[in-house]
């Protein structure tokens, strides 16, 4: 269910949602116009009973019937931004190519290999890492044998460069017709004909040679062959995501919020291979998370107790927090920056100019600043006091964790609401705060 609703797809259980949600609404009507037309011609002490429950009833079907379809359209809305984090996919030409490789509707693909702990591994986490969870991917062997010592280091050596180490003491499991008959599309990597493959299942035959027994240089050679293969594989079953190159990929378990849209006057157009251009969308993807998160971020400081701050937060971001978190993401995708923070901070900072410029976000005096600082550290101080650090070496770990939250909380704006929607109209999407801040908005420009 979930792959259907991340692509797109309507699933079988909404689908049974909107039939419910047309046929209340339906009652709710009839029973309106049944109220309406029998009102002036129905006698007795109780002709206005029916007549409020007649209005009631209608009233409580159209209004369910409503909140069913903003709720399903803001879910659907969230849906497609899933699949395509960073906004940058040409969403009509991957589905026509997934369509003329005919394999759109893929969504079980299982990968055989002769041994099934080479190969078809390689192949399966490959994939998995630009599937994002919407797929069901498993690896298979036709005569399965556990991996020898020397295989394990020579594949983890090998993979981890791709960030796809992968656990190859785990025995490998035998092909079987319950796999082949469950699978939307078997490739076969070194063993064509190997076994039957029904005639409803789509089947690739891959010439790739076994990266086991040689050396170093010989496996990678073979790695080279499985990234292209599988990246060619991601583009037949239409993913927005088809480069295997850490500056690709979407970083294993980081959160991404559905602000689709790019405000234009955030950064002038350039080029999608510019660097500064690269830097600019992830670092805008990191902030995003801060300004999804302002509101329960402004709750949590006013909600301190004595330690909070001496006036009413408002709704606010740590552009520090941003930088930091994007700084890690630039050392996962080995990027080769000498100083990872350096580079974030320079980034998001661009970013935050272009929303301060537009009066989405406004900068705290440095007054405020220090009292956010003051509170922070109360704050850490309790939940981690000084005394339970460790002593030595190992103490200077939680010291340079505490300066840096000390850097994030001075590096603070106020998130100014109905300008930021203006921006970013998708942030609705992101909890109840938001989306009574867009209905608000909405209530002002309509007012």
């Known amino acids: 269910m979930d792959d259907e609703r991340r692509h797109g797809r309507t699933t079988p259980a909404e689908r049974k949602g909107i039939l419910a949600a047309s046929a209340i609404a339906l009652v709710g009507l009839g029973a309106i116009a049944w109220t309406v037309s029998g009102a002036g011609s129905t006698d007795g002490p109780f002709a206005w009973v029916s007549v409020v429950v ?37 969403s009509e030409a991957i589905a026509r190519a997934a369509s003329e490789a005919g394999l759109a509707d893929v969504r079980t693909v299982l990968f055989v290999s002769p041994r099934g702990i080479g190969r078809s591994r390689m192949a399966a ?8 969870g919407t797929h ?18 020579l594949l983890v050596a090998v ?25 939307h599309l078997v490739v076969r990597i070194g063993c064509p004909g190997a076994f039957r493959v029904p005639s409803g299942v789509a089947v690739r035959d891959w010439d790739v040679p076994d990266p086991l027994g040689g050396d170093l240089e010989q496996a990678s050679q073979v790695r080279g062959q499985l990234r292209r293969h599988v990246e060619e594989l991601a583009g037949e079953l239409g993913l927005a995501h088809r480069s295997l190159d850490l500056r690709d990929r979407v970083v294993p378990g980081q959160r991404h919020v559905f602000a689709a849209a790019r405000a234009a ?34 709750a949590e400081i006013n909600g301190r107790g004595p330690r909070r701050p001496d006036f009413v937060v408002p709704w606010l971001i740590s552009a520090g927090a941003a930088s930091s978190a994007f700084a890690r993401e ?61 002593v030595g070496l190992a103490g200077e770990y939680p010291a340079m964790a505490e300066a840096r939250s000390t850097a994030e909380d001075l590096a603070t704006f106020e998130v100014v609401p109905d300008r930021m929607l203006a921006a970013y109209p998708d942030l ?10 867009a209905a608000a908005a909405r209530a002002v420009r309509r007012g």
Not at 126 to 132: C, E, F, N, V
Not at 332 to 361: C, F, K, N, Q, Y
Request: aromatic share 8%.
């Open 54 to 90: 007649g209005y009631l009833i209608g009233a409580w079907c159209l209004a369910f019937a409503g909140w069913f379809t903003v709720t399903y359209l803001r879910q659907r809305r969230s849906a497609r931004r899933f699949s395509d984090p960073f906004g940058d996919g040409d």
């Open 330 to 390: 630039l050392e996962w995708r080995a990027l080769g920056s000498p100083s990872p923070l350096s580079a974030a901070e320079d980034a998001v900072a661009r970013v935050v100019d272009g929303l301060v410029t537009i009066g989405a976000l406004r900068p705290f005096s440095d007054a405020r600043r220090l009292e956010l600082r003051r509170s922070g550290r109360a704050q850490r101080d309790v939940d981690d006091p000084p005394e339970r650090w460790p």
């Open 136 to 153: 069901d991917i498993e690896a298979a062997g036709v005569a399965p044998e556990p991996a020898s010592a020397l295989d394990h280091v």
């Open 265 to 298: 006057e955030l950064r002038p157009p350039v080029e999608r291979d510019d660097e500064s251009a690269w830097m600019s969308t992830h670092a805008e993807a990191r902030l995003l998370v801060e300004i999804a998160d302002a509101p329960e971020r402004a």
């Open 159 to 183: 993979t981890a460069v791709d960030r796809a180490v992968f656990d190859t003491r785990r025995p490998p499991q035998r092909v079987s017709a319950a796999l082949v008959d469950r699978a």
């Open 125 to 132: 986490e490959y994939l998995r890492a630009l599937t994002l």
């Open 428 to 437: 609705d999407v992101e909890g109840d705060a938001w989306a009574a801040a």
